[in-house]
């Protein structure tokens, strides 16, 4: 069967926020018939697919209603209808396939559902804390030491006024010291 390659029938997929009643629905579907043959073509049949929620929001909405309308058009035409549908404020978002392209009726939509990451119980916990082998000593814990003592894995406290008194030479020789036992152990 040869086919009319000056109009082609198309698929339009659109989107309508659901701060339009039922009733309002239908005079967009009115409106967009009406700015679909302003661009010159015919449309065949229109079809509402339900209220849906989003995956993400649109222009802040949550909700749609889908609605799927079939037309005959010049292939010219398309460009004038994506540009009318694109600038409607009463349209969130649109999509115009062949209707080759699209696999005729063939569609399922499913509604989405949201998952809730908040929920503690179903989700397994982020941080595990080390369990010490058995036999083996619990580590302190870094919070409970203090200054050197910390690094050291010691739990006892120093105070400052407690700390023997060391002179700068002795300082100097235990500090030399310290670093070369460091470079050997390197």
Known sequence: ?????????YELMYIVPTTFTDEDVGKV???????????GATVTDTARLGKFRFAYPI???R????ILAH??????????????????????????LRADEAGGN???IVQFTE??????????RRRHEEKPAEGAAAAPKAEDAKGVTAIEGETKEVKAEDAPKLSDEELDK????????DAKEA
Not at 29 to 39: D, P, Q
């Open 59 to 61: 222009k802040k909405q």
């Open 174 to 181: 235990k500090l030399k010291a310290a670093l070369e036992g």
């Open 29 to 39: 579907e009115g409106n967009v018939k009406a700015l679909i043959e302003k661009a």
């Open 106 to 108: 063939k569609f399922e």
């Open 1 to 9: 069967m040869p086919r009319d390659v000056t109009h082609m029938q």
């Open 115 to 124: 998952v809730n990451i908040d929920m503690k119980d179903d989700r397994p």
């Open 63 to 66: 909700h749609g209603h889908y």
């Open 71 to 96: 037309f005959q058009a010049e292939t010219s035409a398309v460009a004038k209808i994506e540009e009318l549908l694109r600038i409607s404020t009463e349209v969130l978002r649109h999509l115009i």
